[in-house]
């Protein structure tokens, strides 16, 4: 596996990977998969997946499942439905679909989150003040 460099936008990058990493392993160990949630810690730890730790000589380590869980007991299993829900509702793209009563994650075309939602269309603007006539004149 190559070194990551330090500083770099591709570190930052797979630094949050691997944090997105620990977040599905996480939530995936509150459901009652328990084969999968063993094959995927064993599977991320073989491949670095996982949140990283640097020694005092500045090597990297891959930290284990249980390492990450120790390291981050703040992270309810939760936490990714958490933050999944925040988007949702924060972004100018969810708050458009839940205007809509669109709740989903897999939407696509026009429920898509990650696409922008559509500029004000005339139909959706509030109407306008009718034009002075001829006869109220």
Same mark, same amino acid.
């Given at each position: 596996m190559?070194?990551?460099a330090s500083g770099?936008?591709?570190?930052?990058?797979?630094?949050? *990977?691997?944090? +997105?990493? /620990? +977040?599905?392993?996480?939530? !995936?160990?509150?459901t009652p998969?328990?084969?999968?949630?063993?094959?995927?810690?064993r #599977?991320a730890l #073989?491949?670095?997946l $996982?949140p *990283? *730790?640097?020694?005092?000589f500045?090597? =990297?380590?891959? $930290?284990?499942?249980?390492?990450c869980?120790?390291? /981050?007991a703040?992270?309810? &299993?939760?936490?990714? $439905?958490? +933050? $999944?829900e925040?988007?949702?509702?924060e972004?100018p793209?969810?708050?458009?679909?839940t205007?809509?009563g669109? =709740?989903?994650l897999l939407?696509?075309g026009p429920d898509s989150l990650? !696409?922008a @939602?559509p500029a %004000?269309s &005339? +139909?959706?603007? @509030? @109407?306008?003040? &009718? %034009?002075?006539?001829?006869?109220t004149?």
């Open positions: 190559a070194d990551r770099t936008a591709e570190q930052v990058d797979d630094g949050m *990977r691997d944090e +997105l990493h /620990f +977040l599905i392993l996480h939530y !995936l160990s509150s998969c328990e084969g999968a949630t063993a094959a995927f810690a #599977e #073989e491949h670095g $996982l *990283r *730790r640097h020694d005092p500045g090597q =990297s380590h891959v $930290l284990s499942y249980q390492q869980t120790n390291r /981050f703040h992270v309810e &299993p939760g936490h990714l $439905l958490q +933050l $999944l925040r988007v949702v509702g972004t793209a969810g708050r458009h679909l205007e809509r669109v =709740s989903t939407g696509a990650l !696409l @939602p %004000a &005339p +139909l959706a603007s @509030p @109407p306008s003040a &009718p %034009a002075a006539t001829a006869a004149a």
